[in-house]
């Protein structure tokens, strides 16, 4: 009898097929158990579910689905109840396209622009990954579908994606890499967690026992299965069992051989093999067994949904007068740009989704517009090659208007997965087009349609408004009307800093590596880390994001109850109509053990305030979110002091803060005869012991040190600078007689004499 009751009677050849994948979308069935297979398809944004022709790369056809926001544009909503809302509709559909595994929520984290999968994950900001991730499974979850929380870990780039290896310390990637992970795996228990193609210093996550088994099993207590990306397992999947892998897919058959082979042969304990297929078999009669759960798929609300999502994900970056536009007034509005017609609403890779149906913003504000004649003109065209005539009739027909709207943005050959971009540019003829229209008219509007962040540095000062929609599902044009409008008033804020220019992101020198490593070297400074603690200008700070209203931040109160921090403040819609915004708040540490960002996210909540209302908003912040990664003592610990903690618009629109102390938990150094002077000063038995010895001992007692000898003293090691201050008794007598003083003040503290 093992311990796995689940597979009780199972052969070995059964159990290594469990684990092996049967098909490139399905685990395997074993009828005479009553084991079915489990089906697997692409999220994270719509059930990507192929029948025939399967792929992993959004080659070949699926049936058609809502194509939601991706996380780009969902994630600037900040909006948990939206994005588990988003979960709840695609494990609706995903239940009626016969999908028991959704592969999402992306939760890699944005440390270069320039990573081609970026539209597909959430923020530089491992908090908001998480708690956006977590919120997409609870939601997927309510139907009875199953997550796969990806690409687990340090898969931030596509270069190179299945063998590089992402150099990066222990420190860092606790705390920004893995924290997403945790946080989702910790809040929403997902189905499985898949594992990435790349290496982690030197290890292939595949095979990384650390990653698989030390991190998520025994300090995550993460008790779903372990997936492969599909072929990461390749090269050895009974390396990747025996650290943790359950399941590898696609299925190749390949695998099921290595791993009989392997436990016959006694280099692989069957017992692990046990454990893996037990954790299949368990996520297959738990998910299927849910099937019943299917419900009618309302093809109509779900496009509706996806235009609320598009509509609260939209980021207003700038407005100077000129939205939202009016359809009451005269005056041409011109909609120039070929993705007014022809949408940019998704990436390209295995996200890619057939749409139910597909809004185009011109459609949309040719309903809008009323009265108001809106002339199109394309622009440019998508092959991206400069076009006189187009731009001469966009430039002709922007003179001629009231109002014009550019759409622009990131065509699918510039950003997918397996590549990065070398640029944050726009399209050169895009740019070119931009400055001619500008030239002749001053209410220019530019519309972005992008997954990854633009350069906005070059041409925004020359237009009046832009209103950033990243890559914002099918409905995205209609969504984009309504915003411009004012159908819908912006809410959306900054999920990622917008940098001034590529040569200012703090992973420019390391990224995308040199085809075999990939140095981390910005360490924890990612983003707004980086920005913020080098005061470092920005075009639009991480949390950036305007309204058609405006909020006043009022009565900040931080108290302490329990194991959480409780924070009050009130909203005050100050402005002319209702709106939503989004409190951001960080947190800025005292001095400790390690070196810090200046500020870091800690939590977030988005409130609804009718105009000239008010909201009392309270949130609570587990006081484990404040702590810091100790290098020194390898554990999570809290620096001891006063913590300011701060209320924001934005990572640099600060508009209340309040002190509030907690007292540490950083363990003592160990004060030796090896640690330096200063360390034994700085700690209260130290000093005392320290003190007693000098004033018997030294022939210069540490009060004569002026204030130039002390700083060259104080740093050096007690062993080498006391037989030089002390010489009245040999350094080992000494040395011996001050550990054994301090011994008696640690034991005694009120012997302090
Ligand atoms: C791809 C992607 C992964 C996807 C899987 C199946 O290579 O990395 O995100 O879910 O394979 O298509």
């Known amino acids: 009898m093992n311990n796995y009751p689940l597979i009780e009677g199972l052969s070995l050849e059964d159990k290594a097929s469990l684990i092996s994948g049967f098909a490139f979308w399905n685990t395997t069935a074993i009828e005479t158990s009553g084991i079915p297979s489990v089906v ?29 926001p991706t996380a780009s544009a969902s994630a600037s909503s900040w909006d948990r109840d939206l994005l588990g809302t988003m979960g709840v509709a695609l494990g609706v559909e995903a239940r009626a396209l016969g999908v028991d595994v959704l592969l999402g929520p992306g939760v890699n984290i944005k440390r270069s622009p320039l990573c081609g999968r970026n539209f597909e994950y959430f923020s530089e900001d491992p908090l908001l990954s998480g708690e956006l991730g977590a919120a997409w499974v609870r939601g997927l979850k309510s139907q009875g579908v199953g997550a796969s929380v990806k690409h687990y870990v340090a898969n931030d780039q596509e270069t190179d994606r299945m063998s590089i290896s992402a150099e990066v310390d222990e420190r ?85 051989a290595a791993l009989i082979d392997a436990v016959t042969s006694g280099t692989l304990d069957e017992a692990i093999l046990d454990r893996a297929a037990s954790r299949v078999v368990e996520l297959a009669t738990t998910l299927v067994g849910n099937r019943a759960h299917a419900s009618d798929l309302d093809v109509d609300a779900h496009h509706a949904l996806a235009r ?19 359809a009451e007034t005269a005056g041409t509005i011109a909609v120039v740009g070929e993705f007014a017609r022809t949408p940019r609403y998704q990436g390209a890779g295995s996200s890619h989704i057939v749409p139910t149906r597909l809004d185009s913003a011109l459609d949309a504000i040719r309903e809008r517009a009323g009265d108001r004649l809106v002339h199109f003109e394309p622009g440019f065209t998508l092959d991206g090659k400069h076009n006189v005539e187009l731009v001469d009739r966009a430039v002709a027909a922007a003179h001629d208007a009231t109002d014009v709207v550019v759409f622009l943005g990131l065509p699918p050959e510039d950003e997918s997965e397996a590549f990065d971009r070398v640029t944050m540019d726009l399209p ?41 929609m990243w890559l914002g599902g099918q409905a995205a044009g209609s969504a984009a009307a309504s915003l411009l409008f004012g159908d819908a008033n912006p809410s959306g804020k900054l999920a990622e800093t917008i940098p001034l220019a590529l040569a200012d992101t703090s992973s420019f020198h390391n990224f995308p590596g040199n085809g075999q490593t990939v140095l981390y070297g910005e360490r924890i400074y990612v983003g707004y880390r980086h920005f913020d603690s080098v005061r470092h200008d920005v075009a639009y700070p991480f949390g950036h994001g305007l309204s058609y209203t405006s909020f006043k931040y009022q009565d900040l109160r931080v108290d302490v109850i329990e194991d959480a921090l409780e924070v009050q403040v009130t909203i005050t819609n100050s402005g002319p109509r209702d709106g939503a915004e989004i409190v951001q708040f960080y947190s800025v540490p005292p001095k400790s053990g390690e070196d810090r960002p200046t500020h870091e996210l800690i939590g977030f909540e988005k409130v609804t305030v009718q105009t000239g209302a008010s909201v009392r908003v309270t949130t609570r912040i587990p006081l484990g979110d404040l702590d810091y990664w100790s290098i ?22 600060i508009r209340l803060e309040a002190g509030i102390e907690l007292v540490g938990t950083e363990p003592a150094r160990p004060l030796t005869l090896d640690s330096a002077m200063g360390d034994w000063f700085a700690d209260a038995d130290g000093a005392v012991a320290l003190q007693e010895m000098m004033a018997q001992f030294a022939t210069r007692g540490s009060g004569e040190w002026d204030d130039a000898t002390r700083p060259l003293v104080l740093p050096m090691p007690l062993r080498t600078i006391l037989p030089m201050a002390a010489s009245k008794l040999p350094f080992p007598v000494l040395g011996e007689r001050l550990l054994q003083r301090l011994s008696e003040l640690r034991a005694d503290p009120i012997g302090r004499s």
């Open 40 to 68: 697997l398809s692409d999220g994270p944004h719509g059930v990507r579910r192929q029948e025939q022709g399967a792929d992993h790369l959004g080659i070949n056809a699926a049936r058609p689905s809502t194509a939601f």
């Open 172 to 256: 860092t990637l606790r705390e920004i890499y893995l924290k997403a992970f945790h946080r989702v795996v910790a809040k929403s228990s997902p189905a499985t967690v898949m594992v990435a193609y790349n290496a982690v210093n030197g290890e292939p996550v595949i095979s990384n026992h650390w990653l698989l088994t030390q991190i998520l099993r025994e300090e995550w207590a993460y008790d779903g299965v372990v997936v492969s990306d599909w072929g990461a397992a390749a090269s050895d999947v009974v390396a990747a069992v025996r650290a943790g892998l359950d399941l590898d897919m696609p299925g190749t058959g390949a695998g099921s």
């Open 308 to 326: 609320k999502i598009a509509e609260q994900s939209g980021v207003l970056l700038k407005n100077e007068g000129v939205l939202p536009l009016t």
């Open 428 to 468: 050169a003829d895009q740019l070119a087009l931009l400055q001619r229209i500008a030239s002749v008219n001053d209410r220019v509007t530019v519309v972005l349609s992008n997954g990854g962040v633009v350069s906005v540095e070059p041409w925004r000062g020359s237009v009046a408004a832009i209103l950033e």
């Open 632 to 653: 020194k003592s390898r554990q999570w610990v809290r620096a001891d002091g006063v913590y300011t903690i701060q209320v924001a618009a934005s990572s640099r629109d």
